[in-house]
Nanobody
Framework: QVQLVESGGGLVQPGGSLSLSCSAS????????MGWYRQAPGKEREEVATKDNGGWTKYVDSVKGRFTLSRETGWNTVYLQMNSLKPEDTALYYC???????????WGQGIQVTVSS
């Protein structure tokens, strides 16, 4: 089992920045991928950013150039730095831990990001 603990988020004005972190604990496999999904009101969850521990990273097009997902070797924590935030980034953000087949195996409980003036 893997447990995910999220922190960060909150309220920020358009153009501002926020950071999210997610720490994984438990029985973590040697290879893993972690990242963030988000769900805006009335919309389906979408994959925002995902990174494995081999250097592979992907971002949804809408956040490219604005969000950075990072992790350090030996750490079980990922960080999502969100810059130039837009109102459409407002969502509940979920830390995600992936199975080897690419499916989400574990979900965080969700952390709110609100971008509003």
């Amino acid at each position: 089992q893997v447990q995910l603990v999220e922190s960060g988020g909150g309220l920020v004005q358009p153009g501002g920045s926020l950071s999210l972190s997610c720490s994984a604990s438990g029985d973590i496999p040697g290879f893993n991928a972690m990242g963030w999904y988000r769900q805006a009101p009335g919309k389906e969850r979408e994959e925002v950013a995902t990174k494995d521990n081999g250097g592979w990273t992907k971002y949804v097009d809408s956040v490219k150039g604005r969000f950075t997902l990072s992790r350090e070797t030996g750490w079980n924590t990922v960080y999502l730095q969100m810059n130039s935030l837009k109102p459409e980034d407002t969502a509940l953000y979920y830390c995600t831990f992936f199975a080897l087949d690419g499916s989400v195996q574990y979900w965080g409980q969700g952390i709110q990001v609100t971008v509003s003036s």
